[in-house]
């Protein structure tokens, strides 16, 4: 079974829509495929919708953005989570509002120096999407400044460009804290991508997983052979869940449907410690 949990549509910074994600899962020959936009549900009744019509089971998530108290950046996957839960819902809302006015900043500070605008940024974000810098990277490819995406996360809106604004998101143990309340299953993603920035020390991971957390994303391609050794020997240690997948973004990124997947029993895990108001949505059998 072809398993891949962690992927994203226009309701944050995909390229297709929900429904068109699922399409994509089926045509890379995927049994089982997670939605997990950036501090949103808001794909989850459309992708839910496609997935009964095109025979895809589906795994409905969010990606939670997560800063530690010295910026460093943590994304975490929360699967099958209560969606009406208020405490995990303000926080991703007020994310959401903040990644929006670090937008109009990075903008504004961007086009000092290059052909951009904010309005130029809001050509490339879906109604009522997630803004993030992958919009501004869509601006920068249309100007002609970058060939693509990546190129645009590679230099200007690098951490460490003199163009990079923070923006409020959640201590990683209160995000951790707030999805097993919500009844969702924490999954830290891509725990040791260094290519992206910095990343949180084994003290901060150690504090994730007294909080609650449930798994680490290990199959993934930012994740060195190096790291994925780390990571497997922490999970081993603490009989965590381990993951694998491709963080699909359609055309916004290379990764590829099915890249990286998880195993059966993995999911298995994951389906039997949730407790939300979201099962893993099977298709129907005639």
């Not at 929900?18 to 089982?32: K, N, T």
């Not at 003199?162 to 299953?185: S, W």
């Amino acid at each position: 079974m072809r398993i891949d949990l962690h992927t994203h549509s226009t309701a944050s910074d995909g390229t297709q829509s929900p429904a068109e994600v699922i399409r994509s899962a089926v045509e890379a020959g995927l049994d089982v495929v997670a939605l997990t936009d950036h501090d949103t549900t808001t794909g989850w009744e459309q992708a839910a919708q496609a997935a009964e019509t095109c025979g895809i089971t589906l795994v409905r998530g969010t990606e939670v953005s997560c800063q530690t108290e010295e910026g460093i950046s943590v994304h975490l996957l929360s699967y099958l989570q209560d969606p009406g839960h208020a405490g995990l819902n303000e926080v991703m809302a007020r994310a959401c509002g903040s990644r929006l006015t670090r937008a109009q900043r990075m903008a504004e500070m961007i086009g000092r120096d290059y052909p951009i605008t904010w309005d130029m940024v809001r050509e490339h974000v879906a109604e009522g999407a997630t803004v993030g810098r992958p919009h501004l990277a869509d601006a920068l490819v249309a100007a002609g400044v970058v060939r693509d995406r990546s190129e645009a996360f590679d230099t200007i809106l690098h951490p460490r460009s003199g163009y990079y604004v923070r923006h409020y998101a959640p201590d990683p143990v209160t995000a951790v804290r707030l999805v097993r309340e919500a009844g969702g299953v924490a999954v830290m993603a891509h725990p040791m991508a260094a290519k992206r920035g910095r990343v949180v020390s084994r003290e901060v991971l150690e504090d994730m997983i007294a909080a609650g957390l449930s798994g680490l994303e290990i199959a993934h391609r930012d994740n060195s052979e190096a790291a994925r050794a780390e990571l497997s020997a922490i999970a081993a240690e603490h009989d965590l869940i381990v993951t694998g997948s491709s963080d699909y973004h359609g055309a916004g990124k290379p990764n590829r449907l099915g890249e990286n997947l998880t195993s059966v029993h993995s999911l298995r895990r994951i389906e039997a410690e949730a407790g939300g108001a979201t099962p893993v949505l099977r298709p129907r059998r005639s």
